[in-house]
């Protein structure tokens, strides 16, 4: 079996990030409320620590381009839309997606055959659930975990403060939600029901308009930042309560 490194610690422009392992595997995905669950086969891939913080965008975007309304190098960036991330804004002066000058700036760095990108949705929650039966990341007891509408102060904090999860993440619970690679649609897991066990589940279905995002934020009241809680955003939009989190995973054929 091929042995893999419980990190990879990847430097960028003068600024360090860390991503954990994580051996993926089968698990049941969803809830009650979100459902049906079904079961999710995962391949192994590498998820950030740590959101993406507004240092780690200045590193790769440039010191002058940091949109957050909450200003703090260790705090989560935000007012940061899915197109931003993925796409690049041609609106906004032919700005660069974050991802292409990311993955430009590691060519030499990151492992061979992999790439960064987003999480799929079913990556994010087999992360956010960390092998626990909680219903937050790490914690039944959400102000342990995360920061949500009553703890927070209605604003973001540095990454890292509250306990992780049982994979040794943080913030996957509150703070600021995430966006996730997938296409949001209301029958993706009825339709994975049916199928068994789906592998690499991701949903890009070509009439789904909106995209995901999971973990809810600073902003939230508890029953948003459940592991199972699903939210929908255009791909376009912006918020101050919406950021990201890397994966670092083999480039898919």
């Keep these: ?14 600024h360090t990030f860390r991503m954990r392992y994580l051996a993926g595997g089968v698990f049941e995905m969803g809830s009650e409320a979100f459902g049906p669950v079904h079961k999710v086969e995962l391949s192994p891939f590498y998820i ?56 430009e700036w590691t060519k030499a760095s990151r492992p061979r055959g992999y790439v960064y990108r987003l999480p799929t949705e079913a990556e994010w929650e087999y992360a956010a659930r960390g092998g626990e039966p909680f219903e937050y990341a790490g914690s039944d007891q959400l102000k342990e975990v995360g920061w949500f509408k009553d703890n927070s102060h209605q604003e973001t904090k ?22 996730c690679m997938d296409k949001y649609s209301n029958s993706f897991y009825q339709e994975c029901h049916e199928q068994g066990t789906v592998k690499n589940p991701i949903c890009k279905k070509e009439d789904a308009r909106y995209r995901l995002s999971r973990g809810g934020s600073w902003f939230n009241s508890p029953r948003f930042c459940r592991v199972s809680y699903r939210i929908s955003w255009r791909p376009a939009g912006r918020d101050g309560s919406i950021g990201f989190r890397l994966v670092l995973a083999p480039v898919q054929g």
């Excluded at 079996?1 to 003068?14: A, D, L, R």
């Excluded at 260790?74 to 993925?86: K, L, T």
């Excluded at 403060?161 to 049982?166: D, M």
């Design 1 to 14: 079996m091929e042995q893999h490194p419980k990190y990879h610690t990847e430097p960028v422009n003068g």
């Design 48 to 103: 950030g620590e740590y959101l993406v913080t507004q240092a780690l965008w200045k590193a790769v975007m440039g010191a002058g381009h940091n949109p957050s309304g909450f200003i703090g190098d260790n705090r989560p960036v935000e007012q940061v839309s899915w197109v931003d991330i993925v796409e690049g804004n041609q609106e906004d002066n032919g700005q660069p997606a974050f991802l292409l000058k990311l993955n």
């Design 158 to 179: 540095a990454v890292g403060l509250k306990c992780p999860n049982g994979f040794q993440l943080y913030d996957m619970s509150g703070n600021v939600e995430e966006w």
